[in-house]
């Protein structure tokens, strides 16, 4: 009796399993979008260092809980 491992195309990788809703997709087209709409479209930049840099500090802000208001205030 031969394997399974032995039958013919076994050597063929196996395919990834992708997810039903591409919900993580979508997350990082958001991202894009926020980054495009943020900065890009109105940004001015000196050079490709400065724009790495401006994309990052853009992050590290998205990335900060929000401030919340104190209600014994």
């Not at 031969?2 to 990834?16: I, L, S, Y």
């Not at 992708?18 to 000196?46: N, Y």
Request: hydrophobic fraction near 35%; aromatic fraction near 4%; glycine fraction near 10%.
């Amino acid at each position: 009796m031969v394997p399974c491992h032995g039958h013919p195309g076994a050597d063929r990788g196996r395919g990834a399993a992708t997810p039903k809703h591409a919900s993580g997709l979508d997350m990082i087209e958001q991202w894009f979008g926020v980054l495009t709409r943020r900065l890009v479209r109105c940004g001015d930049f000196a050079s490709r260092e400065d724009l790495e840099a401006q994309i990052t500090e853009l992050a590290v802000r998205a990335h900060q809980p929000a401030a919340r208001a104190d209600p014994n205030q």
